[in-house]
């Protein structure tokens, strides 16, 4: 029963490129979080979805982040025009439904612009 | 908004000997569940323990136990038999029962266990 994925594992971009970080969550969970991880700091909270819908996006910044969980496929967050403040572990958790009170994570993937 | 505070960044504990990370937290909801997950060097988030703000029987998983106190607003970690595979950072995390989304994390505390 194959966890939470999330690819890559590492990520390298350039100031002003994109970043694409892809989750798959558990077999048979719909709901998706994306937290953000500094370097010394906890986890923050981003965004949660579910299939085809945005349910709380109150910790996303305004600008040049934004992300998705299609019908089909994997979660996508997506960094437009990366800084060097971008540069943090990103983790995805998935849940069974909005009452299940545990999140599952997954092995995060870490973005680094150079 | 809801708060998790770890006070301390970094703790040492002898191997076999019991050590107490300390978490407070700051809500005004009565229903919510508390965790502590464990991040070893490979980041990966374990789940090590959970609490149901409504039980007020404290959870215990193996060498892990918590003391809650729910008036308090106080949710510390004991690890008894304190092994070198414990050393990791651990955080404290908290997340409404209402508006089951997202989890408020603490900043963590660093544990290590001397040999």
């Known amino acids: 029963n194959a966890g939470v994925m999330q690819n890559p594992r590492h990520l390298v971009r350039r100031r002003g490129q994109e970043a694409r970080l892809r989750c798959s969550p558990m077999?048979?969970?719909?709901?998706v979080y994306w937290y953000r991880q500094l370097p010394e700091e906890g986890l923050k909270f981003m965004v949660y979805?579910?299939?085809?819908?945005?349910?709380?996006e109150s910790g996303m910044p305004k600008e040049r982040f934004s992300a998705e969980f299609p019908k089909e496929g994997p979660s996508i967050l997506r960094i437009q025009q990366v800084v060097r403040g971008d540069s943090a572990a990103y983790f995805c958790?998935?849940?069974?439904?909005?009452?299940?009170?545990?999140?599952?994570f997954g092995p995060g993937t870490r973005l680094t612009v150079t | 908004a809801q708060t998790v505070t770890q006070s301390q960044p970094e703790m040492s504990v002898q191997e076999a000997e019991t050590v107490t990370l300390s978490c407070t937290y700051d809500t005004s909801e009565s229903d919510y569940y508390l965790f502590w997950y464990k991040q070893p060097p490979s980041r990966q988030m374990i789940l090590v323990i959970r609490?149901?703000?409504?039980?007020?029987q404290n959870a215990t998983e193996n060498r892990f136990s918590v003391n809650f106190q729910k008036a308090a607003k106080s949710f510390s970690l004991k690890i008894s038999d304190s092994q070198l595979g414990d050393a990791a950072m651990y955080f404290c995390a908290y997340r409404s029962a209402r508006d089951a989304g997202k989890s408020t994390f603490g900043d963590g505390t660093t544990l290590t266990v001397k040999p």
């Open positions: 077999k048979g969970h719909s709901h």
């Open positions: 958790a998935s849940s069974a439904n909005m009452d299940s009170y545990e999140q599952y």
């Open positions: 979805l579910q299939k085809e819908n945005i349910i709380d």
């Open positions: 609490q149901e703000a409504y039980k007020q």
